[in-house]
C-alpha cells in the first residue's frame, strides 16, 4: 500500500455513520440527518473525501500534487483538512459571500487561499472563481482540478455513503429534501433513494438567484446552495420537484428549526428546511402522515454572523427576523 493510501485509510477512520433524529413536525414524521457530525462538519466531507481516494487510486494525484479547486466554504474545509492530512498541496479560490470564520480557518489551514472580488456576468462569483482556477491549473506544476460540479466521485459518495447509511436505517421513506449546488447530493442521494424506496419523491431544493433549474440569476449573499452555472451533475440526479427559497425565508427556516428543535444549522439547511414546510403546508393528512427527510449539511456557528444576526439579515437581506410565524405559518 503506498504512503497516500494508508493515510487515506486513516482518514476513512473517522468517519462515522452521522445520526438520524427525528424532529417533531405538524404535518409529517420527519428526520433529520446530521451531516455537520462529518468530520470537519459537514456534508461536502463525503464527497471531498471520495474525490480525493478515486483520484489517489487512478494515480491523477501523488504526494507532488497540488489539488485547486473553486468552494464558497466547507467543500475547501473539507479539502485543506484532507489535503494536510495526504501531506498534499490544496489552493482553495474563495470569493466574498465566503463567512469570516471560514476564511481565517482556510487561511490558517493553507499556505495559500486565492480570493476573488468580481462578480461575473450572471451577478454571482462562480464564474471569476472557475476561470482563477483554471488560470492557476495552467501556472501551478502538477496541479489537479477535482471540478465538484462535474466529478461523478461526488455523487458516488453520497450514493454509497449518505444514502447507504439512510437505507440500512429507514425502512420506507416517502419524501427526501436536498438543496442543490454542485448537485453532487441531489445526483448521488436521489438514485440511490429511488432505488431502495422507489415511492420516494425527491424534492430539490434551490435559491433565488441560481441557474440551476431555469431561473434568472441574480446576487445571493449566503454561500451554500445555488450556482451561477448549471452543473452537468444535476442532469443526473432523479428530481420529481423543486422548491425555490429565498434567503430570507432561510434566514426564518434556520431560526423556526432551531427554536422548534434545537438543531443550529447553516443557510442551506434553512432553506431546505423552509422549502418543507411550505410543500407541505396545506397537506390534508386524513389518509396518514407521510415519512420525510432533510439533510443538515453544516452547523450554524460559521453563520453567526449572518444568519443568526439581525442587523445583517436587515442590512443585508431587508428582512425582519423576530417573527413568531416564520416559515410553517
Ligand atoms: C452547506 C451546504 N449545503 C448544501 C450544499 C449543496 O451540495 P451539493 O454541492 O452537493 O449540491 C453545499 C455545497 O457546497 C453546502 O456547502
Redesign the pocket.
Given at each position: 500500500m503506498t504512503a497516500l493510501a494508508h493515510r487515506l485509510d486513516e482518514i476513512e477512520r473517522s468517519f462515522s455513520p452521522t445520526p438520524l433524529v427525528p424532529v417533531a413536525d405538524e404535518k409529517v414524521d420527519l428526520h433529520a440527518k446530521l451531516e455537520f457530525c462529518n468530520p470537519t462538519g459537514?456534508?461536502?466531507d463525503r464527497?471531498a473525501f471520495w474525490i480525493l481516494k478515486r483520484a489517489v487510486e487512478r494515480g491523477e494525484i501523488t504526494s507532488s500534487t497540488t489539488v485547486v479547486e473553486s468552494s464558497?466554504?466547507?467543500?475547501a474545509i473539507s479539502m485543506s483538512s484532507f489535503c494536510r492530512a495526504l501531506g498534499v498541496e490544496f489552493v482553495p479560490v474563495i470569493d466574498p459571500n465566503c463567512n469570516a470564520a471560514t476564511e481565517h480557518y482556510l487561511r490558517a489551514a493553507c499556505d495559500r487561499v486565492e480570493k476573488v472580488t468580481e462578480r461575473d456576468s450572471s451577478g454571482g462569483f462562480l464564474l471569476s472563481r472557475l476561470a482563477r482556477v483554471r488560470e492557476l491549473e495552467t501556472a501551478l506544476p502538477g496541479a489537479y482540478w477535482p471540478n465538484q460540479y462535474a466529478n461523478a466521485d461526488?455523487a458516488e459518495a453520497h450514493f454509497l455513503l449518505t444514502g447507504g447509511e439512510i437505507a440500512g436505517t429507514l425502512g420506507s421513506l416517502d419524501y427526501v429534501f436536498i438543496?442543490?449546488?454542485?448537485?453532487?447530493?441531489?445526483a448521488g442521494l436521489s438514485q440511490r433513494l429511488k432505488k431502495e424506496f422507489p415511492q420516494v419523491k425527491v424534492v430539490a431544493v434551490d435559491t433565488e438567484g441560481s441557474v440551476i433549474f431555469g431561473r434568472a440569476p441574480q446576487a445571493r449573499k449566503l454561500?451554500?446552495?445555488g450556482s451561477s452555472i448549471v452543473p452537468p451533475l444535476v442532469a443526473t440526479a432523479e428530481i420529481d420537484d423543486v422548491v425555490i427559497v429565498s434567503e430570507h425565508e432561510a434566514v426564518l427556516g434556520c431560526r423556526a428549526l432551531l427554536r422548534r428543535s434545537g438543531l443550529f444549522t447553516?443557510g442551506?439547511t434553512g432553506s431546505t428546511y423552509a422549502a418543507m414546510q411550505r410543500y407541505f403546508a396545506d397537506r390534508d393528512n386524513s389518509a396518514g402522515r407521510p415519512s420525510a427527510l432533510f439533510l443538515c449539511?453544516?452547523r450554524g456557528t460559521a453563520y453567526a454572523e449572518t444568519v443568526y444576526n439581525d442587523t445583517w439579515v436587515a442590512e443585508a437581506l431587508g428582512g425582519e427576523t423576530r417573527t413568531s410565524a416564520t416559515v410553517a405559518g
Open positions: 459537514s456534508s461536502k464527497s464558497s466554504g466547507n467543500f461526488a438543496g442543490v449546488s454542485t448537485g453532487g447530493t441531489v454561500p451554500g446552495l447553516g442551506s449539511a453544516d
